[in-house]
């Protein structure tokens, strides 16, 4: 019936209603040239089907906010019960891409790179591919590095085929581990 059954945190702060004027109402928050598109929405999730589009809503205050909409059907043991829409506010979206591509865009040094694929190994033996998911470091930067890693005797290869290889820290490389540890440990205490 297009009435609001749940109302986040984030919703409050995005339209400016709080959840109690919304529970249970219809809100006409959707500007009227763009009402067929919601219909749509509405129907394809009625549908079972998810579908996603970056549209106009408005606010209390009346200002029309860029958001992308996610709607998709809600069910309980294969029953349809309602449709849920999602609104991300576009802008908000905008400054968190920046942000990531911002930290991206900061080289790592090797010292911190071989940091990370030792604290890595910390959790066992481990293939290049999974280092590098478990590290967020491309895999040929991985495999260049352990072998780096390997000749300051801190990582060994274990085993070794045609189509892998796996590795894991030496005593040595643990001892090392620790003192990273210890070192990121008494900047968190430095900072606080």
């Known amino acids: 019936n297009e ?9 409050e702060e995005l339209f400016g209603y709080s959840k109690n004027e ?6 006409d928050i959707v500007p ?10 509405l129907d394809k999730a009625l549908l079972g089907q998810s579908i996603n589009f970056k ?12 958001v992308l909409v996610v709607a998709f059907p809600l069910t309980v043991d294969q029953k349809l019960v309602g449709v849920s829409f999602v609104v991300h506010d576009v802008q908000v979206l905008r400054n968190a891409v ?3 591509k911002t930290e991206r865009e900061t080289k790592r040094t ?17 293939t290049i591919n999974q280092i590098a998911n478990g590290s967020g470091i491309n895999w040929k930067t991985v495999e260049k590095h352990l072998t780096y890693l390997i000749g300051r005797r801190l990582v060994e290869e274990v085993f070794s085929s045609e189509y892998i290889r796996i590795f894991e820290l030496t005593k040595k490389g643990k001892e090392f581990v620790e003192g990273i540890k ?3 440990l008494s900047k968190i205490v430095k900072n606080s």
């Open 3 to 11: 009435n609001v059954l749940f109302w986040s945190v984030g919703a």
């Open 110 to 126: 090797f010292g911190v790179i071989r940091e990370s694929i030792l604290l890595c190994l910390t959790r066992g033996r481990m």
């Open 182 to 184: 210890a070192k990121e």
């Open 55 to 66: 549209t106009k809503r408005y606010n209390r205050r009346g200002d029309v906010l860029d």
């Open 22 to 27: 919304v529970l249970g109402k219809m809100v």
């Open 32 to 41: 009227l040239n763009y009402k067929g598109e919601f219909k749509v929405a």
């Open 98 to 100: 920046v942000s990531v």
